[in-house]
């Protein structure tokens, strides 16, 4: 099975920035396209970015496009989301998560949920509060 460990998140002011971290391990030596999803409290979990098993196909969510950067190490099986300029907005817990990349894409083009067949890992909070 796919396994994904995300890191990163913590406690940051308004227009501070965070790197999370995903790891994926498990399943296949080869990369795996891989997207970010955010679930504030009271609200649904919602795409935010997403990046293809080959790093050259990449979208954002238009809440977080100028923001936030998607990228991969490919040796080291890691995804990462740079995060800057965040505000109180953006706090929720963020997860990673694998899929067919059509699906991750339409998530986080949409703003919607991943389908159930994604896999996905045990999320990371960021708070941003002053």
């Known amino acids: 099975q796919v396994q994904l460990v995300e890191s990163g998140g913590g406690l940051v002011q308004p227009g501070g920035s965070l790197r999370l971290s995903c790891v994926v391990s498990?399943?296949?030596?080869?990369?795996?396209?891989v997207a970010w999803f955010r679930q504030a409290p009271g609200k649904e979990r919602e795409g935010v970015s997403c990046?293809?098993?080959?790093?050259?196909?990449?979208y954002y969510s238009d809440s977080v496009t100028g923001r936030f950067t998607i990228s991969r190490d490919k040796a080291k099986n890691t995804v990462y989301l740079q995060m800057n300029n965040l505000s109180p907005e953006d706090t929720a817990v963020y997860y990673c998560?694998?899929?067919?990349?059509?699906?991750?894409?339409?998530?986080?083009?949409?703003?919607?949920?991943?389908?159930?067949?994604?896999?996905w890992g045990q999320g990371t909070q960021v708070t941003v509060s002053s």
């Open positions: 998560a694998t899929d067919l990349f059509p699906f991750l894409q339409f998530a986080v083009i949409s703003g919607t949920p991943a389908r159930d067949r994604a896999s």
């Open positions: 498990g399943a296949t030596s080869d990369p795996l396209p």
């Open positions: 990046i293809n098993s080959g790093g050259d196909l990449i």
